[in-house]
């Protein structure tokens, strides 16, 4: 039976595992940063405040208990580092939060955010174009498996249903589909290092 | 790294690794670096994958660990180091021996004075119903219990145990089943728990090493 990843990442992080705190950085950085963006816009005080809700929240896990999900625990501290954020410089936090559901969504009020550097913007530019050729490149059953789970968000089950293989195989697919992007992703970004 | 640890991390980032694995893959990463990288590196993909990427920053990463790990430098790759100097600050603690030796040591001695106070080393699985109570302590128990003719939902002597003894059969049994389930060998060798009622005498059936040879005259 599957097991909660979050769930034993936090456990670890509780007993002082400092690299199940970075496995949850590493889930979790990209989700906080655009909920964060959603309420300051300029990009540096983005990352403060994104920075803010990640140490807030590693020094509150020991009293984590576990009720809610560790997302939506995370969520409410971003949420409110970000509006103590704008209070403190003056500004009014908007009257109601976003929408957990939400959080990845990107209005168009959103693109006339301050934009990060020229260098930062071609980098992340490069990695997409990378990924995205990657992942043509990809032989069929490889791409349709990990298309499904990323873009569709289905189980492996679900997947195994429509590709009419063994969830073994999804299992399997997914992994070298991940390893071959993965490959490609290493050669840009040690290129750029 | 092997390639089995990595599907296992792929499974994990999906929510579809069952529990030993998700341990076992937690366990490796929390000291190796290269798996830990891979892990932020799916992530990222994945990321990409969902067009989220518009606030990412590759220092990101290392501002935070900084600020986290007050006084410790800023990069990226320094932020790798500190959780490379934290693991192997932890490793030692892993790796000393002697410590479990010792314990394991008084642990085989006190077991070794158990097995002769309780007499065990003296049955004669032929011997009289005498030295079979005495060999037995728990027998009567298991006796009575299989008399009763109920479904036996826990060891007898286990009823007896403190909670202390609970906790340490568990663990116990928890480690065997983990070891077992990654295809290496147990810690608990196989023997049998249950014990037979044979007339008016109970006789732990694990005793019993032959029952072909005991019913040879």
Redesign the interface.
Known sequence: MAEDTDKELVKRVQKGDLAAFDMLFAKYQVKVLNLVARYVRDQEEVKDVTQDAFIKAYRALPKFRGDSAFYTWLYRIAINTAKNHLVTRGRRPPSTDVDIDDADYRDDADLLRDVDSPEAALARDQLQDTISRALQALPDDLRTALTLREFDGLSYEQIAQIMACPVGTVRSRIFRAREFVDQQMQNVMQGES | MSEKL??SL??????????FE??RV?DE???DQDL?E?????????????Q???????E??G???S??LKGAPASEQDAER??TL??RIEAPLRGSWWPRMLVAGFAIILAAGVFFTTGLLGIDPEGSADQMTMASSGATDVDEVLSQGAAVTEPVLYSNATAIDRQRHNALMLHHIQQRAMNQSGVVSFTKMAAFSDGLRAQPAGLAIDPMARRAP
């Not at chain 2, 792929?10 to 529990?19: K, L, P, R, T």
């Open positions: 990595r599907e792929s499974a994990a980032m999906d929510g579809e690794a069952d529990a998700l341990r937690f990463a929390k000291h830990r891979q892990w932020h590196r799916f992530h990222l993909m994945r990321d990409v994958l969902r989220d990427l518009e606030n990412y920053d590759r990101f990463k501002r935070v660990w600020s986290l500190v959780l934290a693991s």
